[in-house]
């Protein structure tokens, strides 16, 4: 965890961190106004349960301290100023009043894997027994006609306010009647739409959800999309990668406790927060590319030493997440730290177009950013450079970095 914290203290402290929120003291002091009303209205409305937030801390082994790094960390992945930690805190002992019905559909149950495997305070327990989770097949005791009627009163008694979470792609095509779902055998298209009816929020959660993920690969038997390609008239946000990142879930929560709205999003209603700069810009192995020092061919020299993987296939150029800085397994490592290229899980159509290990002179892919679809060897690294949304972590703090963690003298 302490890995985490540092890392996203780097890139809310970076040149492109600052530029992205750098919006002036009145921005921030009205912000901080409304976040204290929403705030205050949660506290006066009923909770969906009354488990004490601060006993569910002391039953985990987590202490307030812990607690209070895992808030700060928190509050600089949103984007915020230091200054909004006590509303972040607040946020998080109020999601009790967050109803949450969770949906799987074509999926592999890896985004609710993730997340009941996140760091802490253990956001498994905070979403079991602190948030309101109404309905989730995986999780739930309850089956057949019972879960049903479960699904059926949540969504009653908590229309028009609560989340609805749905991982997994939606068939559409002609395979859509092979997925049905409960006594009924209503299939997954008409299952969500009429349970999104009256949700106040949809979060599509990993690759699936998000762009129809693998079952949505060539040939696409059964039609698969994702949430926003069916589902309109509601906001939307989605939360891709394979798995989703449990701390970008948590956070979409509370910036919703927080605000009572959605994050500000990217172009594929991507939270900016998670996915407004590339994996490439982070990554640990930057200061590498920075000095043409490329893995040619697995086992090599360049790979015993950590170098670039790009040349070998890494998509980290092209794609938008922030894996380099919160990581995975309580912030322990990511792809590219345990020498894998990243297959850019959390762009569209990645089963295609990404998720394979050649040369990157032989992909053929036009990146979004409209650079690096060329070769290194014919691309110039400063306009590469230039090209870039901005750079969190320059390449000598990273070649820094590296001499630290292999000893040498800082």
Known sequence: MADRIDGVKKLFTSKSARVETNRGDTYYSDLFERCEARLEELRAHEPANKIDFNEILMDQGTDRRDFMKWV????????????????????????????????????????????????????????????????HETLMAPSGHQAEKQLEDAMHTFHGKYLLFVEGSIPVGVGKEWCTIGASGENFLDHLTRIAEGAAAVVAVGSCA???????????????????????GKPIINIPACPANPANMVGVILHYILTGQVPELDSLLRPKFAFGYRIHDNCERRAHFDAGEFVESWGDEGAKN?????????????????????????????????????????????????????????????????????????????????????????????????????GGES
């Not at 998000?210 to 309109?232: L, Q």
């Not at 397994?329 to 290229?341: A, K, L, S």
């Open 210 to 232: 998000t762009f129809g993920g693998i079952p949505a690969a060539s040939p696409n038997p059964t039609g698969a999309v994702g949430v926003m390609d069916v589902i309109k």
């Open 306 to 406: 950590n170098f670039c993987l790009y040349k070998v296939g890494c998509k980290g150029p092209m794609t938008f997440n922030n894996c380099s800085i919160v990581r995975y397994n309580e912030g322990v490592n990511w792809p590219i730290g345990v020498g894998r290229g990243c297959i850019g899980c959390s762009e569209p159509d990645f089963w295609d177009k990404y998720a394979y290990e050649r040369p990157m002179a032989d992909a053929k892919i036009k990146a979004p950013t409209g650079g690096v679809e060329k070769s290194v060897d014919e691309f110039g690294l400063g306009l590469l450079t230039a090209a870039g949304i901005g750079i969190g972590i320059h390449a000598a703090a990273s070649a820094f970095a590296g001499k630290k963690e292999d």
């Open 72 to 135: 700060s960390a928190t509050t600089a992945m949103l984007m915020l100023p230091p200054m909004f930690a006590p509303l972040v805190a607040e946020a998080a002992e109020l999601m009790n009043r967050a109803p949450v019905i969770w949906l799987e559909l074509q999926d592999c149950a890896g985004n609710s894997e993730a997340l009941l495997r996140s760091d802490g305070p253990k956001i498994d327990e905070i979403l079991l027994d602190i948030i309101s989770l109404e309905f």
